[in-house]
């Protein structure tokens, strides 16, 4: 029968002091507070730079200030459809309505400020309509 063989294996690991394993803590924080400056260095740099470039150009991220009906035509008020009318700036389907109601059963339009005849439409509306609109004089 064999014997056994027997051997040494180091068990004990090496020892460190205290001293030297708060050291290595304290390191691996250090190292975070200073990624976490970097971090923040960087984003304050990129959300000024941001600011800077807006500044110069004048550009903002907000969508421009326009009409989301803004016509690239004019509407003549004895000839257009509903559909048409409804494209001016403060009409609506009532306002539609009652513009054909109005030049159907009274008079056809003899200029854009019989637009002010229509039962809620007031300066306001009108001022804002006003370049959308035409009356031609043929369709009298």
């Known amino acids: 029968m064999a014997s056994p063989i027997d051997i040494d294996f180091p068990v004990s690991l090496p020892q460190t002091d205290k001293a030297e394993r708060r050291e290595e803590r304290l390191s691996v924080i250090r190292l975070r507070v200073v990624d976490q ?10 959300i000024a730079a941001m600011w800077l470039g807006r500044f110069v150009t004048g550009a903002t991220n907000s969508v421009e200030q326009t009409s ?21 700036p403060g009409v609506g389907e009532t306002l539609a309505e009652r513009i054909i109601e109005y030049r159907e059963q009274k008079t056809p ?15 306001k509306k009108y001022l804002d309509a ?11």
């Open 68 to 88: 989301p009906r803004e016509l690239k035509y004019r509407v003549n008020l004895n000839e257009a459809s509903e559909m048409e009318l409804r494209q001016i």
């Open 130 to 140: 006003e370049p959308f609109i035409y009356v031609e004089e043929n369709s009298l």
């Open 109 to 123: 339009f003899e200029s854009t400020a019989d637009f002010l005849k229509i039962q809620g439409i007031g300066k």
């Open 37 to 46: 400056r970097t971090v923040f260095l960087l984003l304050f740099l990129f």
